[in-house]
């Protein structure tokens, strides 16, 4: 059976378990590398959403939000 572990790497390249276990079974495993950081998905979006952020529409909507600019 295959059991996926999610897990970290350090700046040394030590590979640190997110979640505990008790132990690790003995045998062999694939480690996959994932490319970019987990927040990428929210840099992709940001030019996107950014045009409707910087509308006048939407400055006015959180002016209350904004001490001086109400």
């Known amino acids: 059976m295959l059991h996926t572990i999610e ?20 045998g062999r495993a694939l ?3 994932l490319e970019g950081s987990l927040d990428e998905p929210a840099l992709l979006a940001e030019a996107a959403l950014a045009e409707d952020w910087l509308r006048p529409e939407e400055d006015e909507a959180w002016a209350h ?6």
């Open 7 to 26: 897990v970290e790497i350090d700046a040394e390249g030590q590979v640190h378990l997110l979640e505990p276990l008790v132990r690790l079974p003995p």
């Open 65 to 70: 939000l904004q001490p001086g600019k109400s």
């Open 31 to 33: 480690l996959t590398l």
